[in-house]
Structures are given as C-alpha cells and as structure tokens.
C-alpha cells in the first residue's frame, strides 16, 4: 500500500511552460516536505509545510499543504532546464514517530 | 557548513560478505536516520536512532541488518552476509531534534555480485 501518490509520474515539458506535481494521501500528515534528487545524489529538501492551508514560495515554486493535511502540490512557474530532477514529497504521519514516508516521485524534465 | 557525510559512495561485495555503510550527521544534529531505494521503487525508513539508542527499528529487516550510533563517531548500518536482493542505495539523513526537517547525505551504493 502506497501512502502518498504522486502524479503526475512522469513530465516532459518544453522551457517557460509552467506545471503542477500532486501529492495524495488518505492518510493525514504532521508535516510535509518536498525534496529535489538528481542522478547519484541524495535528496535535497525545498520546502516544509506543516499548517493546514499553508502557502510556501520559492522563487518560481509555490508549495501548498492542503487543508486537511492529506494532501500538497509543488507548482514550477516558467520552468528551466535545470528545475529538471526527480521531485518526491514526502510526510510525517500523525502520531508516526519521525519517520517520513515518501511519495511515488515525478521524473520532469524541461527541454530546451 | 558540512551537510551530512556517508561513506564509501559505492560498495561492492560478493554474496556472504558483510557491509559497512557510515553516516557523519550534520553539525549540531543528534538524530540519524536511514532509508533504502531499491532499483525503480521510492525511498523506505529503515531505522531511527539518537546518540547510542535505537529510537524505531520498524523498517529494518528482521535479519542480517544492524545498525548504531556510537556515543563518539559516525552512525553504522551493517549487513552482514549480504544477498542480491541487498543491493540499493542507502540514504542517511539527520535532524536536529526530533519532528524536525531531515536533510540527506549523497549515499550509500551497494552492489552485491
């Protein structure tokens, strides 16, 4: 059984086009992060949310944490080749202990 | 400001032989955590631990896999006669207390022949 669901799984876009990545879940979290891996490397966190509504901006990100904790979107605003990587959101259940479980992950990639 | 160090990057051993994977938590940050990503499936909780006590083992196989954090020195991950099955890349992250954001070092990948 897969906690949080991302879609969509896979995004190929062209440059300056924007696009939104979806984090589902049933399950309500404590917290939620989005995190950046490339090829070989480790996750990078971008963000945390963890207030039911919460609207986070990173430059051209905007991160949202839905009202009832169970779900989040990651939104890229005129996308460049290098926002391209592997996005996973990943999420802290209430009452889990510190454990994160991490969503399925969206492959984009921004040609030029 | 160093983020947190895992070494060696890539392992490889031969069926039976016993892994050593180590994990330098980030400056200040007292909480370790591991993670598999098995080839084509996402990153899964293995272990949770504070300075020598395991906090959450819920995700760790229930043989062959070990892991601490020593009082002095890195976190160790160990799994001892490694299988095929095994091989993945193997993340640590640290936290400065716990509920708090974890960041991830470049891991671990083990290659069992």
């Known amino acids: 059984t897969q906690l949080l669901e991302q879609s969509p799984q896979f995004l190929s876009i062209q440059e300056g086009e924007n696009l939104t990545v979806y984090c589902n879940s049933s399950s309500v979290f404590s917290s939620l992060q989005w995190y950046r891996q490339e090829p070989g490397e480790g996750p990078v966190l971008l963000v945390t949310?963890?207030?039911?509504?919460e609207v986070k901006k990173l430059k051209r990100l905007t991160f949202q944490f839905g009202d009832a904790r169970k779900d989040s979107s990651l939104h890229i605003t005129a996308a460049q080749p290098g926002d391209t990587g592997l996005y996973l959101c990943?999420?802290?259940?209430?009452?889990?202990?510190?454990?994160?479980?991490f969503g399925t992950g969206t492959q984009l990639k921004v040609e030029l | 400001n160093a983020g947190v160090m895992q070494n060696p990057r890539h392992l490889v051993r031969r069926r039976g032989q016993e892994a050593r994977l180590r994990c330098s938590p980030m400056?200040?940050?007292?909480?370790v955590y591991w993670y598999r990503q098995l080839p084509e499936e996402g990153l899964k909780f293995m272990v949770y631990l504070q300075k020598e006590n395991i906090i959450d083992e819920s995700g760790m196989p229930k043989e062959r896999f070990s892991a601490e954090f020593p009082k002095e020195g890195p976190s160790i991950l160990r799994i001892q006669q490694v299988v095929r099955g095994d091989s993945a890349a193997y993340f640590c992250a640290s936290s400065r207390t716990h509920n708090y954001e974890q960041y991830f070092g470049p891991g671990t990948r083990l290659t069992v022949t």
């Open positions: 990943a999420g802290g259940l209430t009452g889990g202990g510190n454990k994160l479980t």
């Open positions: 949310v963890v207030t039911g509504g």
């Open positions: 400056k200040g940050h007292s909480h």
